[in-house]
C-alpha cells in the first residue's frame, strides 16, 4: 500500500492567498484527520472524518479554513484568505476500523509557509 | 487542550543505552498510544496500550501504563543511532466521544 499521500509538500505563498492542501487516504480506511503541526502549540486536531462526513470541526480555528472529503479517497484543506499565523505543517491521517481511538497512519505532512 | 504531556522535552544519550520517556495525562483514557517522528517526516505508530493493560512490548521497546498515577512510560531499549527522532504519546479519553490528543513530544538524540 502507498500510504497517506499528500500534496504539495512545500508551499510558499504570501498573505490573502488561498491555499489548498491536498489528501489521498490509505484504500480501505473510513476515517480521516487533518491535524496542524507547530513548535508552539504542538499537533493539533483541525477536523476528523468518518465515512467522508465531517465529524468533528472543533478545532477549526475559523472560517477562514474549510475542508471537503468528496469522496474516500480525496480530502482537501482549505484557507482563504492565508497569514502568516498559519504557517504550521499540516498533516493528513487515516484511519482503519479503529476509527479515532485506533491506530493513525500519517501522510509525510505540508509545509505551509505564508509570507 | 493538551491531555498528554511528555517529559523530559529532551533526552541525549549515546548509542547502546537505554532511553526513558514519560508521558502523564488529566483524565481517564482507553488507551494511549506512542508515535515516533523524524525530523521532517510524518508520525508513526508505535504501540498502542488499553486501560485495563499494564505492559507491553515490541521489540526494544517496552511501555507501561498506570492508570492510578495517570502515567505511562517508553523504554527504548540498547538505543541506537536510528533511535534519533521525536516521540509522542497520544491519548483517546474515556468519556464520552474524543479522536486522539497528542503531547508535544520528547526529542531523543542517539549519539553513536
Known amino acids: 500500500d502507498a500510504g497517506v499521500i499528500q500534496s504539495p509538500r512545500h508551499e510558499v505563498t504570501e498573505m490573502g492567498q488561498e491555499v489548498t492542501l491536498r489528501c489521498k487516504p490509505i484504500?480501505?480506511?473510513?476515517?480521516l484527520f487533518w491535524y496542524r503541526q507547530t513548535m508552539m502549540r504542538g499537533l493539533e486536531l483541525l477536523i476528523y472524518?468518518?465515512?467522508?462526513?465531517?465529524?468533528?470541526d472543533s478545532g477549526m480555528p475559523e472560517d477562514r479554513f474549510s475542508a471537503k472529503m468528496p469522496n474516500a479517497s480525496f480530502s482537501t484543506l482549505k484557507i482563504q484568505p492565508s497569514e502568516p499565523r498559519d504557517s504550521a505543517v499540516y498533516f493528513c491521517a487515516s484511519s482503519g476500523t479503529g476509527g479515532p481511538t485506533g491506530e493513525l497512519f500519517f501522510g509525510e505532512g505540508s509545509r505551509l509557509t505564508v509570507l | 487542550s493538551q491531555q498528554g504531556e511528555e517529559d523530559p522535552q529532551a533526552l541525549s544519550i549515546q548509542e547502546g543505552e537505554n532511553a526513558t520517556m514519560n508521558c502523564s495525562y488529566k483524565t481517564s483514557i482507553n488507551n494511549l498510544q506512542w508515535y515516533r517522528q523524524n525530523s521532517g517526516r510524518g508520525l508513526v505508530h508505535l504501540i498502542l496500550?488499553?486501560?485495563?493493560?499494564r505492559e507491553k512490548h515490541s521489540g526494544r521497546l517496552r511501555v507501561t501504563l498506570d492508570t492510578s498515577k495517570k502515567s505511562s512510560s517508553l523504554l527504548i531499549t540498547a538505543s541506537r543511532a536510528a533511535d534519533t527522532a521525536s516521540y509522542f504519546c497520544a491519548t483517546k479519553m474515556n468519556s464520552g466521544y474524543s479522536t486522539l490528543t497528542f503531547g508535544k513530544g520528547t526529542m531523543l538524540l542517539v549519539s553513536p
Open positions: 472524518f468518518n465515512n467522508n462526513v465531517p465529524i468533528d
Open positions: 496500550i488499553r486501560s485495563n493493560e
Open positions: 484504500s480501505g480506511h473510513n476515517s
